[in-house]
């Protein structure tokens, strides 16, 4: 077998190996036919065509022509603890399934992990189809979403004039919608720097697609939330985002939550009876619900992370106080990470690391367990319930590097 990265005229092999992994409808001519795309020359159109860099990673038959199986790893600016780090994206894990189970996908990840770690990423992040399969590349789960249906009957009464609410449509500007998640995702770990909100809300046809964006803006006009909403089921004012259902629901504080429910509440009544919307882990609207009968609420992972460069990781990480940690770490895909870390960090100074010998561990950990503790979804006060990790000085400073973060990708890969 032979690992490499696809040229862009081979792409066509992935796609046809994912139609078949995935079993959707597939045109092999038209696709073998199929030119790049080149974006336009005006904003909206370049805004529109804005492409992510991409790398598509495939096993080959011997004769280096067949496709086997492929991953895809998409480049991204993401934040790690205030700072601005890459971050690899891994998508589209397809194999052909006559051969399944012969370590193809394995060899795609041990060649992409591999160039990660000498351009410079820090990160990695994905959508599991199976928890179990993806640790064994050292990714483990991030932190939670929640997804709240509500009722109308308990949403919140009308706010008065604590703000208005302005309906975006094709053609409007949507920097406010950026402006918002910049702002709500500014010291988020893992999520991603956009310089578009969502390309697609220009690309696509939202009116044909009967999804809806209303912007609310305070007293002073500033914009402070949003919600992209589509009918589902009979009665359902949706505004979850998934693969298959691209909305959105944001809010900077509880005042422009409160006016988005009031708003919704005021103006749909009459054509919906429940409002369903996420929010990442650590933020609570249930405060803001009049009744809590009816309400119904959805807890799930935010996909896997994974640190591809522990020495950069470390470095970077923000730690509270001052002191020292000895951490050894085990990586079956990267030896370079493998080994005892020593990191020394005080207030007001960028952390010192370096690898020791000679020196016993105060944590002995495998490369998912750091990432989960590290970047925030973990915490030290959850060791006892990681059995794959062995506390060896339980009076180490554990809690002043690993402690609980709002770590959450939004976008979709």
Known sequence: MITRILREEEQWKSDLVQAVCFEFPFDLKKAKNKKPEQPGDSKEARESSEKIKTGCYGCFADDNEQLLGSITVSHFTSCFDGHDVKMGGIGGVSTLPQWRRQRVIRRCFEQALADMYDQGFVLSSLYPFSTNYYRKFGYENNAGVWTWTVPFDALPAPLGDEGTVEQLLPGDDLTPLLEIYRE??????????????????????????????????????????????????????????????????????????????????????????????????????????????????????????????VREALRLCRCKGSGTVRLFVSDDMLPQNNGTWQVTFAPGRENLVEKVSGTDADISLPISALSALLCGPRSAEELPWMPEVQVHDPNAPLGQIFYRKMCQVMDLF
Request: with cysteine; charged share 25%.
């Open 184 to 309: 709500f995702y500014k010291d988020c770990n893992l999520s991603v720097r956009r310089t578009v909100y969502d390309p697609s809300l220009v690309s696509e046809n939202l009116l044909e697609q009967k999804r809806y964006i209303y912007l609310w803006r305070n007293r002073e006009g500033k914009p402070e939330a949003f919600l992209i909403a589509k009918k589902t089921e009979e009665d359902v004012f949706d505004c979850s985002r998934s693969f298959l259902l691209k909305n959105g629901f944001l809010a900077l504080n509880p005042q422009a939550m409160a006016g988005l429910f009031s708003f919704v509440k005021t103006s749909f009544s009459a054509y919906y009876k429940r409002i369903r919307f996420s929010v990442p882990e650590g933020i609570h609207p249930d405060s803001l619900f009049r009744e809590s009968t009816g309400i119904t609420c959805h807890w799930s992972y935010n996909g896997m992370l994974r640190i591809v460069n």
